[in-house]
């Protein structure tokens, strides 16, 4: 679906558009789905894991190790570089470590900080991760359920509320 046939489609069907709820429940809306999305990609990833009989790692795991990619990091730059947005952190790279999907090290400066990188199989989780996102991008353009110009703007907006949420965080004080 293009980003005019959305449109059109929300503006035909009264449920698409809630404005006797404001800007307030639109925005409510939209976090609500993010959250779902979210999840949803956890599952997709899961079930996919499961097709190919990779038990050993869960999603949240596959995701980490698809994000950080060819990088060597700290666990302190996971979140910062914004590879990780989950809690437990330690206890994850702790069970990819104990499973050989990465390796640490201690850092040279900082003894206190642990490196970590993908080892084979880490990047062989990568890779399959990278081929599942392939296959949905070729399938979501091949069935034209959204345009490029669509992702474009989703990309475009998501990038600004990302903005506006760090700035929050960042002026707090």
């Not at 990619?69 to 996971?78: D, H, Y």
């Not at 640490?104 to 970590?116: F, N």
Request: charged share 25%; with cysteine; glycine share 6%.
């Amino acid at each position: 679906m293009t980003f005019q046939q959305a449109t059109q489609h929300a503006t035909q069907h009264p449920a698409a558009l809630t404005p006797q709820r404001g800007y307030h429940g639109d925005y409510m809306d939209m976090l609500g789905m993010v959250e779902r999305l979210h999840r949803l990609l956890l599952d997709v990833i899961k079930d996919e894991f499961e097709r190919l009989g990779l038990l050993d790692i869960n999603a949240v795991q596959a995701l980490l190790l698809f994000n950080i990619g060819e990088n060597e990091v700290t666990a302190g730059e996971l979140k910062s570089r914004g590879y990780y947005q989950g809690s437990n952190v330690s206890y994850n790279l702790k069970k990819l470590v104990e499973a050989g999907y990465m390796h640490h090290q201690r850092c040279q400066i900082d003894r206190r900080a642990v490196r970590v990188r993908l080892t084979e199989k880490g990047r062989n989780i990568r890779k399959a991760v990278g081929d599942l996102f392939e296959r949905h991008s070729l399938g979501l353009d091949e069935k034209a359920i959204l345009d490029q110009s669509a992702m474009i703007y989703m990309n475009a907006s998501l990038k600004t509320l990302e903005r506006f949420w760090t700035d929050q965080i960042r002026y707090i004080y």
